[in-house]
């Protein structure tokens, strides 16, 4: 017995360290020295929970402000979101601030509402971010081109500045109720030329407000209700609006649906098919981007959408995803049979059956649509029958 006891207390310990250990290897703190900034700075980088397991695979980057203390909620939610399908998994990069006032704000404030004189350090931080930061973490960790910013008030207004004065640098923009009243509203009026001038612009933005009263509100109403109207082609735009929840609280009111709406479903929807089988390798294509890695449709996933087209009596561009869907599913029976369903919908019989027959050929017939294979070959057979007989 008190070998028993002193086993499993050996594995307990040693599970337990060995769990610590792997929390400290994903959860690492750096200090930069700065020469853009003539400082040192302080980050703190949350690694995937898979990120020793697979020693090939890249990540895409959430560089988030304000420091440590917002990674416990959007870990969470993050990790939510990856288990569910709906998101990747990240590397949280957090920012810590030493004054955060300088750093944050792009301009420097004269409203009364706030610290008057302070502020317009923001491009500066941005270099920072740019050329010292992110080419760090690049190097010493496995990234993805995808990234994300994201900060809250003052925050958001330089995650807004980012967007505007480098559409280059993050794919994603999140800005949790942003103060968009400081400095004159001036990044409002910067934000709103930018958009104004642009056509395309492939990028994701959400925003929230809060509690908020005028004119705070009345400034973010006038940026919402112009990006909602002014939206360049591909520019995502998701914005919340919490009547009764307080300024400090908007971010984690608002982290599930910045994330769930930034990352593409790998259920395509109907509405992005708007140019056949074109439309579906450029949806897919996004998504393998902002996952890191090669994704496509599953055989489910197009025959549904081919069916969509069916039911809408589109049959030219059904058929052209059931024949797609074949050639990424070449040995999967219910492909062939979607092309059937869509060859005996338009009345095109005999297509239809030699589709069916290659279905039948491929399942076997303990499959759950087997039966339903078998009644549409007798079904086109008498069609087929029929038909020759009224010649």
């Given at each position: 017995?008190?070998?028993a006891?002193?086993?499993?207390?050996?594995?307990?310990?040693?599970?337990?360290?060995?769990?610590?250990?792997?929390?400290?290897q994903?959860?690492?703190?750096?200090?930069?020295?700065?020469?853009?900034?003539?400082?040192?700075?302080?980050v703190?980088?949350?690694?995937?929970?898979?990120?020793?397991?697979?020693?090939?695979?890249?990540?895409?980057?959430?560089?988030?402000?304000?420091?440590?203390e917002?990674i416990?909620?959007?870990?969470?939610?993050?990790?939510?979101?990856?288990?569910?399908?709906?998101?990747?998994?990240?590397?949280?990069?957090?920012?810590?601030?030493?004054?955060?006032?300088?750093?944050l704000?792009?301009?420097?404030?004269?409203?009364?509402?706030?610290?008057?004189?302070?502020?317009?350090?923001?491009?500066?931080?941005?270099?920072?971010?740019?050329?010292?930061?992110?080419?760090?973490?690049?190097?010493?960790?496995?990234?993805?081109?995808?990234?994300?910013?994201?900060?809250?008030?003052?925050?958001?207004?330089?995650?807004?500045?980012?967007?505007?004065?480098?559409?280059?640098?993050?794919?994603?923009?999140?800005?949790?109720?942003?103060?968009?009243?400081?400095?004159?509203?001036?990044?409002?009026?910067?934000?709103?030329?930018?958009?104004?001038?642009?056509?395309?612009?492939?990028?994701?933005?959400?925003?929230?407000?809060?509690?908020?009263?005028?004119?705070?509100?009345?400034?973010?109403?006038?940026?919402?209700?112009?990006?909602?109207?002014?939206?360049?082609?591909?520019?995502?735009?998701?914005?919340?609006?919490?009547?009764?929840?307080?300024?400090?609280?908007?971010?984690?009111?608002?982290?599930?649906?910045?994330?769930?709406?930034?990352?593409?479903?790998?259920?395509?929807?109907?509405?992005?098919?708007?140019?056949?089988?074109?439309?579906?390798?450029?949806?897919?294509?996004?998504?393998?981007?902002?996952?890191?890695?090669?994704?496509?449709?599953?055989?489910?996933?197009?025959?549904?959408?081919?069916?969509?087209?069916?039911?809408?009596k589109?049959?030219?561009?059904?058929?052209?995803?059931?024949?797609?869907?074949?050639?990424?599913?070449?040995?999967?029976?219910?492909?062939?049979?979607?092309?059937?369903?869509?060859?005996?919908?338009?009345?095109?019989?005999?297509?239809?059956?030699?589709?069916?027959?290659?279905?039948?050929?491929?399942?076997?017939?303990?499959?759950?649509g087997?039966?339903?294979?078998?009644?549409?070959?007798?079904?086109?057979?008498?069609?087929?029958?029929?038909?020759?007989?009224?010649?």
């Amino acid at each position: 017995m008190f070998y028993a006891k002193f086993i499993l207390t050996t594995f307990l310990f040693l599970l337990t360290t060995s769990s610590l250990l792997a929390t400290e290897q994903l959860n690492i703190t750096k200090t930069l020295s700065s020469k853009i900034l003539s400082e040192q700075r302080t980050v703190t980088i949350l690694l995937p929970d898979s990120y020793y397991i697979n020693e090939q695979k890249v990540f895409p980057v959430l560089y988030r402000l304000d420091g440590k203390e917002n990674i416990p909620l959007e870990s969470a939610v993050l990790n939510k979101l990856h288990r569910s399908g709906a998101a990747p998994e990240m590397i949280i990069v957090a920012i810590e601030n030493t004054d955060r006032a300088r750093d944050l704000a792009p301009t420097v404030n004269y409203d009364p509402r706030g610290p008057v004189g302070v502020g317009g350090g923001g491009d500066k931080f941005l270099d920072f971010i740019e050329k010292e930061l992110i080419p760090e973490v690049n190097r010493t960790f496995r990234t993805h081109d995808f990234k994300v910013f994201s900060g809250a008030s003052i925050g958001g207004l330089l995650v807004l500045h980012a967007m505007q004065s480098r559409p280059h640098l993050f794919q994603g923009h999140i800005a949790y109720s942003p103060a968009v009243w400081w400095g004159a509203h001036s990044t409002l009026k910067n934000v709103k030329s930018f958009v104004a001038k642009r056509q395309t612009f492939d990028n994701y933005l959400y925003i929230n407000i809060g509690s908020e009263a005028a004119p705070m509100r009345d400034i973010y109403d006038e940026l919402h209700s112009f990006l909602a109207n002014n939206k360049p082609h591909k520019f995502k735009l998701t914005a919340d609006t919490f009547d009764d929840v307080p300024h400090a609280m908007t971010s984690a009111a608002g982290v599930f649906n910045a994330y769930h709406n930034l990352f593409l479903s790998l259920i395509m929807p109907s509405s992005a098919l708007t140019d056949g089988v074109s439309s579906i390798k450029q949806y897919y294509k996004q998504v393998s981007f902002q996952r890191a890695e090669p994704t496509l449709p599953e055989e489910w996933v197009l025959r549904g959408l081919g069916y969509e087209l069916v039911d809408a009596k589109d049959f030219v561009g059904a058929i052209e995803i059931f024949k797609y869907n074949i050639e990424q599913n070449p040995t999967m029976a219910s492909a062939y049979n979607g092309l059937a369903y869509a060859y005996e919908q338009n009345n095109q019989y005999a297509q239809s059956l030699e589709q069916v027959n290659i279905a039948l050929e491929i399942a076997d017939k303990d499959d759950d649509g087997y039966e339903a294979y078998l009644n549409r070959k007798r079904r086109l057979t008498a069609a087929i029958a029929k038909s020759a007989g009224s010649l």
